[in-house]
C-alpha cells in the first residue's frame, strides 16, 4: 500500500489549494535573516517563479523545502508531508536539480540515472524502463553511452532534469535551471519542462533571474525582496499593476525598489562563475 | 495464511525492505566510485610513488646500518607491511577532498535530496575507499618479493591482508571524510590532511618496533590505529612475523573506529548542503 500524508501527519494535514503551503517560514544565519515569517501557496500542477534580487531568500527557501535546510522556526508542507518531522517522506515525493553541476562528470549519462534510480528504490522490474523512457523525453538516447563530462551545457541539465524526475516526482525543484545557457539550450529545456508539466501534471517550482523565463514559462511568480515575498500572482496580473506597457523587468524593479543587490558572498560568486564556466 | 502468519510475513517483509533501502544505496554509491576510480586511476599511482621509495630508498640503506633491531627479520622484512600501512593511510587521508568538491559542484545536494538514509550514502564511500587500498598491496607486494623479502604465499595470509587493507583503507578515508564534513574548504582540509600524515606515521611502529620507543611515544602509538594496521599486517605477511596485539585486536580496533567515525560522519554530511 503507498503511504498517505494524511494516515500518519495528523489534523490538518490535507492539502487541498496547495502543494507546497509555508506557514511563517524562517531561517536566520547568526545575526542575518535571510527568509523573515514567508507565506507561500503553490497550486498543484503550474510551473511557479521564485523571482528576488540576490541574497532575497531564494536559495534558503528552496533549501528548507528540499529538506536540506532545517527552519529556525515556522513550518512548510510540501506534497503535504512536513518538511522537518517527515524529511524522509518529503524526499521521496520531490525531485531536486541544484543550480550548480549536480550530474557526475566521471559517470556516462546512463550510469548518472542508474544512481538515481537506486538512490530512489525504482524496483528492478521497472527501472530499465523508467531510464530508457527518461532518456528519450529529454532526447539524450543517443548520448546515454557517453561521459557526462563530454556533454553540452544543455544537454547536462535535461540529464540532471531526467534524474530529478527518475522516481516520479509531485513536485520538482529548479534552481536557476537555464543559468548560462545558450538561447537553444533555454528554450529546449523550457519544451521539456512543460513537457512535463502538462504529460505527468508535475508542480514545478523553480528560481530565476531570466524575466523572459518568469514570463514565458511560468503560470505563478513570486516576487522575494529580503526574505518575504512582496508580491505574488500570474505574471500578466503583476504587469497588469504596473499599466499595459509594464514588462516583468518593471514589475521586478518596483518590487524590490531599486534595491541594489546586497547578497552573494565571495563563496557564492565564485561557485557560481565555476559553474557557468563547466556549463559554457 | 492465517492473520498470525501474514503479519509475521509482512514483518519480515519490512525488515527485509528496509535492510534493502541502506543497502541499495550503499552498493549504489560504492559502484560509482569504483566507476570513476577504474576510468581515472592517475591519483591512485601518483599516491604510490612515496611507498615505493620508502621501501627501495630508506628500506635498502637502513638494512644495510642494522641500527634498528628487528629481531628474526631483516630490516625489509620488518619495515615492508609499515610501508603498506603508510601507503593505506596516506592514499586514504586526502580522500575527503573529493566531497568537497562534489559539494561545490551540487553533487553532494543531490543525494541528499534523495531518500537514501545518510549513513548508507557515508558507508558507501567508506566501502569504495576500502577497496582502493587494494591496489597498495599488490605494488607492495610485487615490489617487495624483488627486493628479497620472504612473503607468506598462504592464501589465508592473503585473505587476511586484504581484509586489514580494505578495513584499514576504508577507516582512515572515513575519517577523512569526517574532517572534510567538519572543514567544508579545500584551503582548510589540505592544512589539516599534511597535519595528520606524518605525526600518525612516526607515532606507529611502521618503521620501528613499539619497544625501542620511549615511554610517551609507546602510549600515543598504542592510541593509534595505524599501530593496529601494521601489527596486523606482519604478522600476516612475512614470513616469521610476529604480531604484538593478535589478529582479534589488529582487526577489531579498526573495525570499532570505523563504525564509530560512519556514525558520526553520517550526522555532519547533510551539514556540506547547508
Avoid at chain 1, 528540499?66 to 524526499?91: F, N
Wanted: with cysteine; glycine share 10%; charged share 20%.
Amino acid at each position: 500500500m503507498k503511504s498517505t500524508p494524511d494516515a500518519v501527519a495528523g489534523p490538518g494535514s490535507s492539502a487541498p489549494d496547495g502543494v507546497i503551503e509555508t506557514s511563517d517560514l524562517c531561517r536566520s544565519f547568526g545575526p542575518v535573516l535571510a527568509v523573515d515569517r514567508l507565506k507561500l501557496v503553490v497550486r498543484r500542477g503550474v510551473i511557479f517563479g521564485l523571482l528576488g534580487p540576490n541574497g532575497a531568500g531564494k536559495s534558503t527557501t528552496i533549501k528548507m523545502l528540499t529538506t536540506l535546510l532545517p527552519p529556525t522556526s515556522g513550518s512548510a508542507r510540501v506534497a503535504g508531508w512536513r518538511v522537518v518531522e517527515d524529511a524522509a517522506e518529503v524526499r521521496r515525493h520531490i525531485g531536486y536539480v541544484p543550480q550548480m553541476l549536480s550530474a557526475d562528470g566521471g559517470l556516462t549519462g546512463r550510469e548518472n540515472l542508474v544512481l538515481s534510480a537506486k538512490l530512489y528504490r525504482i524496483p528492478l522490474s521497472r527501472r530499465r524502463t523508467r531510464i530508457n523512457e527518461a532518456l528519450a523525453f529529454m532526447d539524450l538516447e543517443s548520448a546515454a553511452g557517453h561521459l557526462v563530462r563530454t556533454y553540452s551545457g544543455g544537454m547536462i541539465r535535461r540529464l540532471e532534469v531526467a534524474q530529478a524526475m527518475l522516481h516520479e516526482p509531485e513536485v520538482l525543484f529548479l534552481d536557476e535551471p537555464t543559468i548560462g545557457l545558450d538561447p537553444v539550450a533555454r528554450h529546449a529545456v523550457w519544451a521539456r519542462l512543460l513537457d512535463l508539466k502538462r504529460r505527468y501534471a508535475v508542480t514545478i517550482l523553480l528560481t530565476t533571474h531570466d524575466m523572459e523565463e518568469a514570463d514565458s514559462l511560468c503560470d505563478d511568480l513570486a516576487i522575494m525582496h529580503q526574505g518575504a515575498v512582496v508580491l505574488q500572482g500570474p505574471p500578466a496580473a503583476l504587469k497588469a499593476t504596473l499599466g499595459q506597457a509594464a514588462t516583468l523587468d518593471d514589475v521586478f524593479i518596483h518590487a524590490v525598489g531599486g534595491a541594489i543587490e546586497e547578497g552573494g558572498t565571495y563563496r557564492d560568486v565564485r561557485r557560481l562563475r565555476g559553474t557557468l564556466r563547466r556549463l559554457g | 495464511m492465517t492473520s498470525v502468519d501474514s503479519a509475521a510475513h509482512s514483518a519480515g517483509w519490512a525488515r527485509r525492505r528496509r535492510f534493502g533501502d541502506f543497502l541499495a544505496p550503499t552498493l549504489a554509491v560504492a559502484e560509482c566510485e569504483l566507476r570513476k576510480l577504474v576510468r581515472d586511476p592517475t591519483e591512485l599511482v601518483t599516491r604510490a610513488v612515496q611507498p615505493v621509495l620508502w621501501l627501495v630508498v630508506f628500506g635498502q640503506i637502513f638494512s644495510r646500518t642494522r641500527a634498528i633491531p628487528t629481531g628474526e627479520l631483516s630490516y625489509l622484512e620488518f619495515m615492508a607491511p609499515g610501508v603498506l600501512a603508510q601507503g593505506v593511510l596516506f592514499g586514504a587521508i586526502f580522500y575527503g577532498i573529493a566531497v568537497i568538491w562534489e559539494r561545490d559542484l551540487g553533487i553532494v545536494q543531490k543525494l541528499l535530496v534523495s531518500p537514501a538514509p545518510r549513513s548508507s550514502l557515508v558507508l558507501g564511500k567508506a566501502v569504495a575507499a576500502g577497496i582502493r587500498g587494494v591496489p597498495y598491496a599488490v605494488i607492495i607486494y610485487v615490489l617487495a618479493a624483488f627486493l628479497g623479502v620472504h612473503l607468506r604465499s598462504s592464501l589465508a595470509a592473503a585473505a587476511e591482508v586484504l581484509l586489514l587493507v580494505v578495513l584499514g583503507s576504508a577507516t582512515f578515508s572515513t575519517f577523512s571524510l569526517l574532517v572534510a564534513c567538519a572543514v567544508k574548504t579545500r584551503e582548510r582540509f589540505m592544512g589539516i590532511g599534511q597535519l595528520l600524515t606524518m605525526p600518525l606515521f612516526f607515532a606507529s611502529n611502521a618503521i620501528y618496533p613499539l619497544d625501542l620507543m620511549p615511554g610517551w611515544l609507546q602510549f600515543a602509538a598504542r592510541l593509534n590505529p595505524l599501530t593496529y594496521l601494521v601489527d596486523g599486517l606482519r604478522g600476516s605477511m612475512v614470513e616469521h612475523g610476529r604480531r604484538v596485539f593478535g589478529l582479534g585486536l589488529d582487526c577489531g580496533v579498526p573495525l570499532v573506529l570505523l563504525v564509530i567515525l560512519v556514525l558520526v560522519t553520517a550526522r555532519l554530511y547533510p551539514g556540506l548542503a547547508r
